[in-house]
Each structure stands twice: as structure tokens, then as C-alpha cells.
């Protein structure tokens, strides 16, 4: 029994399930032992950003041959994760794919992090940056670069303000 909500990425879950099948699958048949891990990179994909709707359209299209071609009851239910979160989760995956967002929060590459108008410009959170991504000056609002970031988390949760948004 798995228990989830609203903070879990249904995407990243079908890659966890993804990662645990291509670990354990015995390597007998070509569907599970290839496809299988196609499967798992085309979710790499998705949840770093890279992922496109013609991919979408695979990825289902793939899971779908693997569940009736592979000779075992591990390759036969390997992609059910995906397919049933792709079909009562369809927006999640179109937000990785179309908006390049995870709308968990969860995917790391896909995420940004910004200073809202409550910034006081204490600069706290620019000094216990790890790698000095936070410019701004006191009593002003701050700016995070999202090229240098390394979404460490560390500014929201010293920001004493709460006016640092992940998105």
C-alpha cells in the first residue's frame, strides 16, 4: 500500500516504479529487458524537462506493447504505474512536457525558485547560499539567478520572511 498526496509527482513515481522493474527484471525476454528501459528513460527525460508530446505519445504506445508482449507476471505489470498515471494523470505529464513545470514541486530540474514583493532585504538567504546565486542589497528585494542555482533549498528555508516561492 502506497500512500500519496498532492506533494508527490505522479511522473517521478511511475520513474521510481520504472527504476525498481528495470532493476529486478531477469533480462529473459527483449520487452522487458529493452523496453523497459526505454521506458525509464523516456520518463528521465520527461521529469528533467527534455521530454516532448511525440515521447508522450511513445511512452504509452511502448508501455502498452511491453504489457502485452513480455513472458512473465514482472514485465506483464512493469509499466501499469505509467499507464494508469498517465490516464488519471494526464496534466501532470502534459505540465513536464509543455510547461517544462512539475506541479509537485518535485521534479528537481524543473524547478525555480523566486523572491516575492514580502522580500525585506535582510539578505540572509544570499549569505547562506552555497554557491552565491542571490544578489541584491539590504532593504531591498533580492534576485535569484536560476542558471547557478542548484535548487539546495537552503534559501527557503532560511528566508525569516517566507517570501521564497519553489515553483
Do not use: W
Amino acid at each position: 500500500l502506497v500512500v500519496m498526496d498532492e506533494d508527490d509527482c505522479m511522473v517521478d513515481i511511475a520513474k521510481f516504479f520504472m527504476e525498481f522493474t528495470v532493476e529486478e527484471s531477469c533480462g529473459k525476454c527483449t520487452p522487458c529487458r529493452i523496453g523497459n528501459k526505454r521506458v525509464l528513460e523516456m520518463l528521465q527525460r520527461i521529469t528533467s524537462g527534455k521530454g516532448t508530446l511525440a515521447e508522450l505519445r511513445l511512452l504509452k504506445e511502448l508501455s502498452e506493447i511491453i504489457l502485452e508482449t513480455s513472458l512473465c507476471g514482472l514485465g506483464k505489470t512493469a509499466t501499469n504505474p505509467v499507464l494508469s498515471s498517465m490516464y488519471y494523470f494526464e496534466d501532470e505529464y502534459l505540465a513536464h512536457v509543455e510547461d517544462k513545470v512539475c506541479i509537485a514541486s518535485v521534479c528537481k530540474d524543473l524547478l525555480k525558485y523566486y523572491v516575492t514583493d514580502d522580500c525585506i532585504g535582510c539578505g540572509l538567504c544570499k549569505r547562506k547560499c552555497p554557491v552565491s546565486c542571490i544578489s541584491g542589497t539590504v532593504r531591498q528585494k533580492h534576485f535569484i539567478d536560476h542558471d547557478d542555482c542548484i535548487k539546495c533549498n537552503t534559501c527557503l528555508e532560511e528566508c525569516p520572511v517566507d517570501a521564497i516561492v519553489r515553483r
